[in-house]
């Protein structure tokens, strides 16, 4: 989406993380298993 | 002024934003783009008041300091906040600690837990595919072991805390034991409460047979279907011919001609070798024009693999950025995050590894044997109705995805592209270089390759900007 308000462009999806997104499948149609939970990516804070 | 909610999380004007660590920049048809690989939101166009504000962070600058020193800002400070707190969420920039902490507690809180079930319901196939790593045999899962995997994966997944189990019914080829899964669909979805854990079935099939019933079944919703297929006509027929020999393009085509008619868009999945490499484009096109979603995994040998399917990183850069740059000339209205997944990532999640195995998810072959992925199905790691399914997982020794994490892996835990490939795939390392802890063969392609699907991405941003709709 375009925000106008702050110039701010971005896909507005749902994160493709399938199991919480009704309209996309992607890793249950996938032959891998679901990546990794994100909250074991290191963060800079 | 940070409004109040920002507040809350000590934002004051003294605040300095900061980016974050990894964030990478570009230019697209001359807009700024940011992406943060540690990011939940891909890629994002910075322009307007955001991109002021975006300056103003790089140069170190206060919110007191942004206040004063942007024309916009000092009329209508409300404007500044909102556009921080946008950016914020946006992981563009990072305001407080306490701020970043929030918005991962709040992605968290977002997800649902999914275990993953691999089901080997036969290791026969009516395809001849050189590249398959699953060893033929004449063997068929029968029906009370596949009813006995869906009850077991539910119990152990309701004990460990997942809330479904997505079932992904494989082979060989599955639909030669379409009557016993056909049995079990029925069967399962008439007992729809297991152990209160929801179970969700996917078909992964060459869609060479696709049987009525599961057509009406995926048509009804009740199934996903997954196809294997590797480019247009001569593109997958070299490396996917029929058993009885031929190609097995034509009958394919006509079964997704047969499902777009009933409604069900099935997700292809394309396996590039040095072989098919060059059809991509062609592959790509055939997808876009269909509204198909479709993967590009990459060729994992096996020790039967033939030389000639060897991928070379040099060349497959090179059809893979020709492909993508078809994609650009020609950009899609749905959403690239929707429409295409490169390998495992995708430009939204970041991960520590390539994918879940040893911690959500299990392959179970023909006679009940439990192992951590198909493409390891000769190491047993337990037996279903012996083991817990998912304790025998976690417990393994094969692989430990702790110590697999792309941070500890060197050479990777210093590139700056590690949270979007996780590493790639831990068991295609561990044949190739007898460990884990090495970069996958395939890391000079994703270094070569993933700047121009992040230009992609930004591509199709600028493409919403001037108009074109955004369809997901």
Redesign the interface.
């Known amino acids: 989406?375009?925000?106008?308000?702050?110039?701010?462009?971005?896909?507005?999806?749902e994160?493709?993380?399938?199991?919480?997104c009704d309209?996309?499948?992607?890793?249950?149609?996938?032959?891998?298993?679901?990546?990794?939970?994100?909250?074991?990516?290191?963060?800079?804070? | 002024m940070p409004s109040t909610d920002l507040e809350n999380y000590g934002v004051s004007k003294s605040t300095r934003p900061s980016i974050p660590g990894l964030a990478m920049f570009g230019q697209s048809e001359g807009l700024t783009y940011e992406f943060n690989p540690r990011g939940h939101h891909g890629v994002v166009l910075i322009t307007g008041k955001s991109k002021d504000v975006m300056d103003a962070c790089q140069q170190g600058k206060s919110i007191c300091e942004m206040l004063n020193g942007i024309p916009w800002a000092q009329e209508k400070p409300e404007a500044l906040s909102a556009t921080l707190k946008q950016m914020a969420d946006l992981e563009l920039i990072k305001l407080t600690s306490s701020y970043s902490r929030h918005l991962r507690q709040e992605l968290k809180k977002a997800k649902k837990k999914t275990f993953y079930v691999w089901l080997q319901s036969t290791d026969s196939c009516n395809l001849d595919c050189s590249y398959c790593y699953i060893e033929k045999t004449p063997m068929f899962m029968q029906y009370g072991l596949a009813s006995q995997v869906i009850f077991e994966a539910g119990k152990s997944a309701a004990k460990h805390g997942f809330d479904e189990v997505v079932v992904k019914l494989a082979g060989g080829e599955p639909t030669l034991s379409w009557k016993m899964l056909n049995k079990l669909l029925q069967q399962t979805m008439a007992n729809a409460a297991h152990q209160g854990v929801a179970v969700r079935f996917n078909v992964i099939t060459n869609g060479v047979i696709l049987p009525q019933e599961m057509l009406d079944l995926a048509s009804e919703g009740q199934i996903s279907i997954s196809l294997s297929l590797d480019g247009v006509g001569h593109w997958h027929d070299i490396q996917r011919p029929l058993k009885s020999g031929g190609g097995s393009f034509g009958l394919i085509d006509a079964n997704i001609d047969r499902l777009l008619a009933k409604g069900v868009k099935s997700y292809i999945l394309t396996t590039v070798t040095q072989l098919n490499s060059p059809g991509l484009s062609e592959l790509a096109e055939y997808c876009i024009i269909r509204d198909l979603g479709f993967r590009f995994s990459f060729y994992r040998e096996v020790a039967s693999s033939p030389k000639e399917l060897e991928n070379e990183n040099i060349s497959l850069s090179r059809h893979l950025e020709e492909c993508y740059g078809w994609i650009r000339d020609y950009m899609p209205d749905k959403s690239l995050y929707k429409l295409h997944r490169f390998g495992d990532m995708n430009l939204k999640v970041p991960k520590a590894r390539s994918c879940g195995i040893a911690s959500k998810g299990a392959t179970v072959d023909t006679q009940g044997m439990i192992s951590i992925c198909q493409y390891e199905m000769s190491k047993p790691v337990g037996k279903v109705g012996d083991v817990d399914m998912i304790e025998a997982v976690l417990n393994q020794t094969l692989y430990d995805p702790v110590a697999g994490r792309v941070d500890n892996i060197p050479v990777c835990r210093d590139c700056e592209w590690r949270y979007v490939c996780g590493g790639g795939c831990p068991m295609l390392t561990n044949r190739f270089f007898g460990t884990y802890l090495h970069p996958s063969p395939y890391c000079q392609m994703y270094k070569t390759v993933l700047p121009t699907l992040v230009e992609l991405h930004a591509a199709q941003l600028v493409h919403y900007m001037k108009g074109g709709e955004e369809s997901v």
């Open positions: 989406m375009f925000d106008q308000e702050t110039g701010l462009v971005f896909d507005t999806g994160q493709a993380v399938t199991s919480q309209e996309c499948s992607e890793c249950d149609d996938c032959d891998c298993v679901d990546c990794t939970d994100d909250d074991d990516v290191d963060t800079d804070d």
